[in-house]
């Protein structure tokens, strides 16, 4: 089977121009220039904040620092170490001092190979070249996968960028290989069908470093008969597999294993900060809902959604669409979901907002805007706003007394993004798009 039958094909590729074609906004020249100006900004003042003792106070102990950590203990033989959270946490205790919480490290063996690079430059230095890297990156796949839906794309997820670049975090960097699978699929590079080159193959293996969230690409590529993608994807991930187990030694596996059953553990126990999630786990778990009932949701709802995902593969949807709807659901498989991790939400958008601009009313799109912002990290930043606000949001996404936020606004946007899908396409059928 393959997402390129003539009678459905895609007339323009991504990012093209189509005359005519609606949009859901579009900001003018000086605004945009101020959003990238602003974003800029971001950036060097989180550069600073690892600048030590810049202002007159000690930097702050963020994401990025974890990272940084680990790649220091590779490079004194201690990467073991950094998977035992009973030596873990004391070590992170010492910089950023007790009873300020602690962040697990679970990520797989060749990401302590990345990280043993950052940790190669200052600290500050580091953080700049990781962040505006995955920011550049970022925005130049996104631009080409949106084209004229660009801003809007941007907008609906600028919470999700703007935590992000304070933190440190990857969610800029694993939103750009996501969207480069999309645009390297789009384009036929990775048709794997016989004639395509499976290049879309290398983003999907890098995906390896959080493969809970490229589960729904993977199942696209496997329903589409992407055979050179596929082993391209496992070639790219056995690859760094085997250049981790030769830094590290076979050992390491043994660690990570046991890192990430520990991690369930605190999971389970609520030990994570929930309201930040996206998961339909977390919005359970929030709400007062006992672990294995939030785990039963959990897997039932991504059973669904790699179903649809299934499903419309098979009915032969439009590629642009279909990979929309892959990349919707694989952010709905794992209850581990940041709100860092929803600037992939961006590359979603992109390929689906030309049905969202055609069919959403005005109503319509103020939801979407709503749900977006809600999911990629609307709490974080209301829970430091003083007042009223603050109170609300705690009400609504701290205390379990209700659903989080975030978990309300990911559905929300897959519901409303999946609904405008399946108008486009049934229009598209019927000659009317």
Known sequence: ??????????????????????????????????????????????????????????????????????????????????????????????????????MPWTYPAQMDLFVALLALLPRWLAYFAFAAGSLAGFLWVLKRLAGVHFDAALVLVLPALMVTLLTGQNGMMTAALVGSYALLALRGTGSGSGTGSGSAGVPLGLMAIKPHLAVGLALHALMTRRWKVLAVSVAVTLAAVAAATLAFGPGIWAVVAQSARDSGAYLAEGRYPLFRMSSVYAGLRNSGASADLAFAAQASVATLALGLVAALALRRWQPRRLLGVALLSSYAVSPYNYDYDLCALGMALALLLPDAARFAGGTGKIALAVCCWSACGLAVFGASVPGRFDSLMAALSMRGEFPSIATLGYLGAFGLLLCYAVKGERAARAGTY
Do not use: C, I
């Open 1 to 102: 089977m393959q997402d390129s039958s003539p009678a459905l094909a895609e007339t323009a590729l991504p990012g093209a121009r189509v005359p005519g074609e609606p949009v859901l906004f579009r900001l003018s020249a000086m605004s945009r220039a101020v959003l990238m100006a602003m974003l800029f900004a971001m950036l060097l003042f989180a550069t600073a904040q690892h600048m030590g003792g810049l202002f007159g106070k000690d930097p702050l102990f963020l994401d990025f620092n974890v990272f940084y950590m680990v790649g220091e203990y590779v490079w004194q033989g201690r990467v073991a170490e950094t998977y035992d959270f009973g030596l873990f946490a004391p070590a992170q205790d010492a910089v950023n001092g007790p009873d300020q919480g602690f």
